[in-house]
């Protein structure tokens, strides 16, 4: 199979690229062509994945087709913006039907959930790396940027963290677990589903916002520095799921949800009088963690006002001396 038949065969019929809202033209010409409504603004970003690094090479590629667009279209909910489409730019080292057809059910129906459209991209052969590049729409001056916190904002996230941390060890096969305990940290490390109702609401409320890949307190360092200011998260606050307790004990639990990263929870600051509403949208878990202040850095604190901002090396990078 030749690389137009391939495209044709897997990507151009593909559920995912049969067009939709503010896609002019698809796959098929040099470009794709995007409409953009009057007094919108373009928000673009691209992420990369390649095997052995951010994937096992050996995997389910239905999970990593979910997977490779969800980490993309995550940056559009930390934004505030509406998913339009997306590029795929596939690098090969052999041509698998199988894995092909599964890989392209796993990106369409991501794609479904987030409402956007596969719109073009590059076939080319090499050791297996993916690359999404993800288009939306936000009204202009309304994106969500990391550099409007203030002291005396609040600080929150979308949902309980480290889960993906915590299915780390059982996607590289390091360690097992019987199902009860696997199956929901695997469905987040595979499927993170991007925040995108949560962004859309948060514009025009929200000071600052990202989505938490790298782990919270290395994403919080962003907002601080961004903004100028400093962030306080309180431990007591931080949400840890239930199953990633129950999986690793409660301590590690917790370092997976302050360092972990892979999330793909939004976190956001806003000022207190923002949050009634928002806890009143009920479908969506906010949970406050810490709030803003004159300053720089991120502080942890513990129960009891101590600080208690991890020093060893490798979170020394989240801690900025004053
Ligand atoms: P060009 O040589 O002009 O860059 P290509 O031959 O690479 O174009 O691609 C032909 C068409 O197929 C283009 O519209 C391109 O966007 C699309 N395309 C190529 N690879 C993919 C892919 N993996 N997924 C979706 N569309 C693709
Ligand atoms: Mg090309």
Known sequence: MGEFELI??????????????????????????????PGEQLAVSTDTLVAGVHFPAVCDPQLLG???????????????????????????????????????????????????????????????????????????????????????????????????????????????????????????YWSPMPQLTLGTWLRGRATAALDVSDGLLADCGHIAKASGVALEVNLAQVPVSPALQAFLGHEAALQAALTGGDDYVLAFTLPPAALPPLAELGFIEVHTIG????????????????????????????????
């Not at 698809?26 to 953009?36: F, K």
């Not at 719109?119 to 288009?135: A, C, K, N, W, Y």
Request: glycine share 14%; proline share 7%; aromatic share 4%.
């Open 8 to 37: 044709n065969h897997y990507f151009a019929a593909a559920p995912c690229a049969q067009g939709g809202e503010g896609v002019a033209l698809g796959i098929g010409d040099d470009c794709a062509l995007l409409d953009l409504p």
């Open 66 to 188: 979910q997977r490779s667009l969800a980490v993309a279209a995550s940056d559009l909910a930390a934004m505030g913006a509406t998913p339009i489409g997306f590029t795929l730019a596939l690098t090969l080292p052999s041509v698998g039907p199988d894995w092909l057809a599964a890989y392209a059910n796993g990106l369409s129906r991501m794609a479904h959930r987030c409402r956007m459209s596969l719109i073009g991209g590059d076939t080319t052969r090499g050791p297996l790396s993916i690359t999404v590049t993800v288009f939306g729409r936000v009204p202009a001056g309304q994106a969500l940027r990391r550099s409007g916190a203030r002291p005396g904002d609040l600080l929150c996230v979308g949902g309980t963290l480290g889960k993906a941390a915590g299915a780390l060890p059982l996607v590289l096969g390091e360690r097992q677990a019987p199902a009860e305990l696997a199956e929901p940290l695997l469905a987040h």
């Open 291 to 322: 709030r803003v202040l004159q300053g720089r850095g991120v502080t942890l604190r513990d129960a009891q006002g101590q600080d208690i901002t991890p020093a060893q090396r490798g979170y020394q990078h989240f801690r900025e001396t004053p």
